[in-house]
Nanobody, 121 residues
Framework: VQLQASGGGLVQAGGSLRLSCAVSGRTVYTMGWFHQVPGKEREFVAGINWNGGTTYYADSVKGRFTISRDNAKNTVYLQMNSLKPEDTAVYYC?????????????????WGQGTKVTVSS
């Protein structure tokens, strides 16, 4: 399985970005987005099950971020609105070949290369 994340960049606080993750290689079911800042562990941001019917969010992004997927395009998205400086991180998409959404990075076996998001104050 190959995951290709894109869409990161520099944005002012209050702005928006949409991250994309293109999936190829085999069928995966659950997708997740994580972020990581230097010196800290990778943290769960959002997850979505195979048909988009179940989503989970970290408390810090609820109401601001939306995860979605287009299975016809084998792509998962993370729409990030009302961005804050504390959202600055490298964002990774991840996949697992199981049906349930998990928030631990240990439960995901496939990872993209990461895309950097910088939110200026």
């Amino acid at each position: 399985v190959q995951l290709q994340a894109s869409g990161g960049g520099l944005v002012q606080a209050g702005g928006s970005l949409r991250l994309s993750c293109a999936v190829s290689g085999r069928t995966v079911y659950t997708m997740g987005w994580f972020h990581q800042v230097p010196g800290k562990e990778r943290e769960f941001v959002a997850g979505i099950n195979w048909n988009g019917g179940t989503t989970y969010y970290a408390d810090s992004v609820k109401g601001r971020f939306t995860i979605s997927r287009d299975n016809a395009k084998n792509t998962v998205y993370l729409q990030m609105n009302s961005l804050k400086p504390e959202d600055t991180a490298v964002y990774y998409c991840a996949a697992r070949g199981a049906l349930d959404v998990r928030s631990s990075d240990h439960d995901y076996g496939y990872w993209g290369q990461g895309t950097k998001v910088t939110v200026s104050s």
